[in-house]
């Protein structure tokens, strides 16, 4: 008995998400998740493991509503920023609806909808990285979500944020647009919070895994008018988040917490500019693309045998050629000083100076 068959016919044909560490590789130089190289330093101090969890806990969601500047009301917190996405997909999407994305972009928008037997519209961004405002305008028939990502993964730019207004314009009434500020911490004067109060159906993902370290943790959230947390309530698993995850979250979002993220950002964009410079200087790099996320995008004159020396060296990045439009390219998280020197060592030798 083939016990693949009794699957549904959407999970038969799934490919699961390729994260990074399914992807495997041996290696001491870890730059292909866009973690922080580090982990901070956090005690449990709640030891009440008999009871079940709040379900929202309420110093997780205040201490993040005082970050993010909006109302507790404003925010549901989840078991990372992904599983924001697909409540998102299960609470919006009926059967015959699609979700919209922009690729190149973060891969869970296509595996979520599939997972939900929901189909998915593509909208190329442009040859710079921005959305195609006419094209997604034409797609938008039967769509309930968009799915945007700024600072996009993996490009690293931002999207301009007149287009997302106009995107929010185009939409209204229509359908959900999902900002994905998974590394808004790197460039906060870009989010787009500010516009939760023009538009009831604007909801943005952000996360504790990428500048405040806490990859491990699995604590995500989605900030939206309360109507639309409302909704997402209705189907968030009872108790998402487990008594060690709130109580560390809890503690990374009071001010000490705060502090130690924000030297963390500023210790990321110190070494991604040193990176950036680099990498700029070797004859093998065809382009470093501008990034203001703690991850560059690289188009090498030869991707694949970059990608393929430095993880037989150890050192893991994220390969990038078969995503749309970035053939030859590579993904580079910032690592520690010594891990990006380590990188420039072992691509120099490939490649000499220009
Ligand atoms: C990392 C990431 C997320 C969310 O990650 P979680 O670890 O699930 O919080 C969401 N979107 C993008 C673009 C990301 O890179």
Redesign the pocket.
Known sequence: MNINKLSRQNIQALTPYQSARRLGGKGDIWLNA?EYPTSPNFDLTDRTFNRYPDPQPQAVVEGYATYAGVLPDNVLVSR???ESIELIIRAFCEADNQVLYCPPT?G?YAVSAETCGIACKTVPLTADFQLNLAEIERQLDNVKVVFV?SPN?PTGNLLNRSDLLTLLQMTAGRAIVVV?E?YIDFCPEATMVTELANYPHLAI?R?L??AFAL?GL?C?FTLANAELIQILQKVIAPYPLPVPVSDIAAQALQPQGLRQMQNQVTETLKNRTELQKNLEDLAIVDQVYPSEANYLLVKFKDGQKVFQSLWEQGIILRDQHKALNLQNCIRITVGTEEENERVIEAISALSGKK
């Open positions: 866009n990372g920023g992904d973060y869970m990502c993964n994905d998974a993902i996360t895994s990428k990859a699995r995500g």
